[in-house]
Nanobody
Framework: QLQLVESGGGLVHPGGSLRLSCAAS????????IGWFRQAPGKEREGVSC????????RYADSVKGRFTISRDNAKNTAYLQMDILKPEDTAVYYC?????????????????WGQGTQVTVSS
């Protein structure tokens, strides 16, 4: 079964950090761009960050630039989202997605495979 599984969400105080993981099973991530998306209650899903299959291209939403870092470890078939200086407005369900594409490509239309999501709550 081909799937992505997110983990690492939780409750954190403002200013804190979390690291989300996105593990693939049933397929190899080497040729896939990975995207992280989030959806807050009552809001549309938005792209947070993405990374190309080579790891050489990354993109960030303006709202998270300088605070979030995306990475990948193809040997572990896993991608990560390091989230620092978290704010209450970062509260959302975070999803990872994967799409096969050119080695230098990533974008907000990544959609071949999706994880089930992990809740991130930033609150004092």
């Amino acid at each position: 079964q081909l799937q992505l599984v997110e983990s690492g969400g939780g409750l954190v105080h403002p200013g804190g950090s979390l690291r989300l993981s996105c593990a693939a099973s049933g397929f190899i991530l080497d040729h896939y761009a990975i995207g992280w998306f989030r959806q807050a209650p009552g809001k549309e899903r938005e792209g947070v960050s993405c990374i190309s299959s080579s790891g050489g291209t990354t993109r960030y939403a303006d709202s998270v630039k300088g605070r979030f870092t995306i990475s990948r470890d193809n040997a572990k078939n896993t991608a990560y989202l390091q989230m620092d200086i978290l704010k209450p407005e970062d509260t959302a369900v975070y999803y990872c997605a994967a799409e096969e594409g050119p080695a230098i490509w990533c974008g907000w239309d990544i959609s071949d495979y999706w994880g089930q999501g992990t809740q991130v709550t930033v609150s004092s």
